[in-house]
């Protein structure tokens, strides 16, 4: 497996000579640089001390070659070894950025980015001719302007898109990718695209870089040495990012203002990354500047990175000076997993050669016995995990069990359930059939009532009725009522038909027939048990058969 070890992001801080201009309007040196502990010291305002330790600290007394030769020198030859890496700036305007990075070209003067180039193109000069590794080297130059990016390599200044691909790293669309071959054509392309970039007049700088510019060297390295081929392609990301500033010290107006705000944005994005990284939890927004889209693989991801974090001297810009080292004291924090850029399947065959390495050392007796006694407790610790495993699985099954029992006995319920409501259903169906029959059975009654009395009683229980705002018609009236009702019907009442026969009347009401001889009045004597009952039964009036004799229906007979 391919091994990552973390490191902390480099911070290198550089103080630039007071100049002339600042002795002459009586400004005074206020930070002092102590090389051997490699720590930087400010005195505020209030003539109070604040002091600062970094990396590495230069004051005036080291060249532009030193300089790179003890911090840069040893990271590019990290990406000739197959690691990406960036370098860039960061400070108040006018305190000598664009001079790291850049310098006077062609010149003991020039910068980080001459002198990388330089390096590269001596190191693939000077390899072996009977080496089978084989290098290509290609450059990029974008600028960062007023949130935009442009390609410093063509004459056309039209705004790129920022994409991001399979790795969440951002890239620009259609940015020129420039083959070289020789130092010669990587400082003339290096020189155009400076010609090119945005640059402005203020009362800090007379030269100050209106944008971020981004020089990318790619470096693809294809060795032939070793079966299989592997292929190696690293990038060199050589940032000059813009400085902060303060409108009341750079008078800036129109243009220059709005330049200002752009940069002060990005910046301030730059820093709010670097704060989440540095506390390890939260969203990291880098999706809030280009600059930090740009910036991500490295600021915590997988480059080495150091940071210059240049300063000016003079008690005046004191503020900013402590600014620009507190920014850089966080910025050290972060820690970075670099890695070499392999193609996946080159990862894999390393991977396989490194397993085959490890056997080998077993076989020779050669082999690490603390990584042996690592690899037992390893194999401990993965029999643990499976007894665990096996454990958990059992559980699960028990769980599992549990809730299909219990999931049978909620079907079952449930039909239950069902059966009851369809029960329910049912004798609801019922119920309103026997209303419907109640219903008719007391119209019927109720007809025959008000139909066949004529008594004194049956009227009264006729005013009841109307006075209690029934429709015997259409509602049902109580038993009681209709009990009621029938007893107020006197057997003087009523009387049956001359044959006997039982009687239907209009209404449909039957009444059953008396079983003794047509004539009512000899009936009513011989059936008399005693003489008392003996009396004629009086005759209803008004109530007769299509004969037009009159009729009645005997009351012990319903």
Sequence with gaps: MVKTVSENVRVVVRVRPISKKEEQTGMKEAVTTNVADNSVTVRTDDQQFKTFSFDQIYNKQFSQKSIYVQTIHPLVESVLSGYNATVFAYGQSGTGKTHTMTGKINSPEQGVIPNALEHIFQSVGNEDPDSKKQYSISVSYLELYNGRCRDLLTDTKRNLELKENEQKLFYVKDLDKVKVHSMEQCMQIMEEGATRREVGSTQLNQ?????????????????????????????????????????????????????????????????????????????????????????????????????????????????????????????????????????????????LRE???????????SYDFDEAERAEQLQVELSNSRDELVVLSQEFEALKNRYSSNLSDNTEKEKQILSLQEEVRVGVDQVDDLSTQLLETSKLVTNFILNTTTSKSANKWKAKLAASGLDPLTEVIPPLSLSTGLSFISKSEISTNGNGANHETANGFRGAASPTPTNPDTSDERSSPTPKNNKKKKKRKGTTDSNGKEVGIDIESI
């Design 355 to 365: 397993e085959l390495s490890t056997i080998k050392g077993k076989l020779d007796g």
């Design 207 to 351: 030269d100050s870089s209106r944008s971020h510019s981004v020089f990318t060297v790619e470096v693809t390295c294809t060795n032939y040495e070793e079966e299989p081929v592997t292929t190696l392609t690293s990038k060199l990301n050589l940032v000059d990012l813009a400085g902060s500033e303060r409108q009341t010290k750079t008078a800036a107006e129109g243009d220059r203002l709005k330049e200002g705000s752009n940069i002060n944005l990005s910046l301030t994005a730059l820093g709010t990354v670097i704060d989440v990284l540095v506390k390890g939890r939260g969203h990291i927004p880098f999706r809030s500047s280009p600059l930090t889209m740009l910036l991500k693989d490295s600021l915590g991801g997988n480059s080495k990175t150091i940071m210059f974090a240049t300063c000016g001297p003079t008690d005046v810009n004191t503020q900013e000076t402590l600014s620009t080292l507190r920014f850089a004291d966080r910025a050290k924090r972060i820690k970075n997993k670099p890695k070499l850029q392999l193609d996946p399947k080159d990862a894999l065959i390393q991977q």
